[in-house]
């Protein structure tokens, strides 16, 4: 069964960090493109972070270049999303997706940056 799991989202104050973890499972971990997405409320989902299969290029977001960080562990097929210096505008649901052959996409975990 194919299978993708966000976890790590919190609420947190601006300026703090957060390190979301995607665990997967029924597909072949090292063939596919992992990234995550995010949708704010009221708004389209929009590419935040995208890391080859190889994990020898990443790209970002305008808006997170800087602050945020993705990478994968092949061994573990876990991809992650370090966040730091986190503002309100950050606030979304984060989802994990793998893409290559076909499109896998999680339930998404929940980000929400507020003092």
């Known amino acids: 069964q194919i299978r993708l799991v966000e976890s790590g989202g919190d609420l947190v104050q601006p300026g703090g960090s957060l390190r979301l973890s995607c665990a997967t499972q029924?597909?072949?971990?090292?063939?596919?493109?992992m990234k995550w997405y995010r949708q704010a409320p009221g708004k389209e989902r929009e590419l935040v972070a995208a890391i080859t299969k190889e994990g020898d290029n990443t790209t970002y977001a305008d808006s997170v270049k800087g602050r945020f960080t993705i990478s994968r562990d092949d061994g573990r097929f876990m991809a992650y999303l370090q966040m730091n210096n986190l503002k309100p505008e950050d606030t979304a649901r984060y989802y994990c997706?793998?893409?290559?052959?076909?499109?896998?996409w999680g339930q998404g975990t929940l980000v929400a940056v507020s003092s």
């Open positions: 029924g597909f072949t971990f090292t063939s596919y493109h």
């Open positions: 997706n793998a893409r290559r052959y076909d499109d896998y």
